[in-house]
């Protein structure tokens, strides 16, 4: 098996690439998270991945390059990180009641080849209140999160009433996916 490199700063994507028991370094791509405004919606996920990945094209020996990128998408408008509290509380107050997608896209590269795949997950939050929301931002701060909110977290554990689609992929990395790839490349 080539030595893996998950890039990602992301604390779940690395907690699930270890927990499905993945050994691998991290290394962080310098790439701005941007994508062409007319690109559809759902294939920005798989878009930002891949460019993630090609931060590192011309480096790769023998290792394995893993990128990931989440995108959470309301009535066809992509929901990026916030920037401050403000945006937090107005990108859930949206979601609130309402189901949404989370799309993961990964690519995973090195010097021989390039598989990109994504996956899709629905979610349906129940209605918060003001104050649920506060609270949430207030405490979690989650300003580095596609929609502003983990579904490990608080808002997570209260507001999601139903899921189809993978949990993981919810938290930032379709595991089962990236396992069965990874799986090929030995």
């Not at 994508?35 to 991945?49: E, I, K, N, T």
């Not at 929901?79 to 990964?106: C, F, Q, W, Y």
């Amino acid at each position: 098996m080539h030595p893996i490199i998950l890039a990602s700063s992301s604390p779940r994507r690395q907690y699930l690439m270890r927990e499905a028991g993945f050994n691998f370094t991290v290394e962080k791509p310098d790439v701005e998270e941007s994508f062409p405004d007319d690109l559809p919606v759902d294939q920005v996920a798989r878009y930002l991945a891949n460019k993630k990945a090609e931060y590192f094209r011309k480096e790769l020996h023998n290792q394995l390059i893993v990128t990931a990128d989440t995108v959470v998408i309301l009535e066809g408008e992509i929901m990026n990180k916030p920037a401050d509290r403000n945006e937090a509380i107005a990108m859930l107050s949206r979601l609130s009641g309402k189901t949404h997608i989370v799309m993961t896209g990964v690519c995973i590269l090195s010097a021989e080849k390039e598989e990109s795949f994504d996956d899709t997950t629905e979610v349906t939050f129940k209605k918060l209140t003001q104050e649920e929301i506060e609270f949430y931002v207030d405490q979690y701060k989650p300003y580095d999160k596609a929609g502003a909110y983990g579904a490990q977290d608080f808002i997570g554990m209260i507001a999601i009433e139903k899921i189809k689609g993978s949990y993981f992929n919810v938290m930032g990395l379709p595991i089962h996916k990236v396992y069965e790839h990874l799986k090929s490349w030995a």
